[in-house]
């Protein structure tokens, strides 16, 4: 994903801002293997709606290690994903 230097927060979303409070309400889809890895500026990352247990094993290396939040909405994750130790500035999960 390509986004202009100044962008510090990403959100990407299934559906409406309703929906994600119904648990159960996602969408599947498939991201990229480097989503957001270049984005050396992006410290607030939120997900919701996705269905991201497809790809929960990657994860982590789809962002950016200096992310200090990330937030999994409705993600319909059945286990903590792997190699979250690389986000050694994070302060909010």
Known sequence: MSLKST????YIGGGNAYNQLIRGTMVNVT????LLTLQS???WIVFYS???QPMIS????MLPSQAKTI???NGGLGQF?????KFTAL???
């Open 58 to 61: 990657k994860l982590a290396t």
């Open 41 to 43: 500026r992006v410290t």
């Open 50 to 52: 996705l269905n991201l």
């Open 91 to 93: 302060q909010r999960l």
């Open 71 to 73: 937030i999994l909405t």
């Open 7 to 10: 962008v510090d927060e990403v």
């Open 31 to 34: 991201l990229a293997p480097d």
């Open 81 to 85: 994903p792997s190699g979250f130790e």
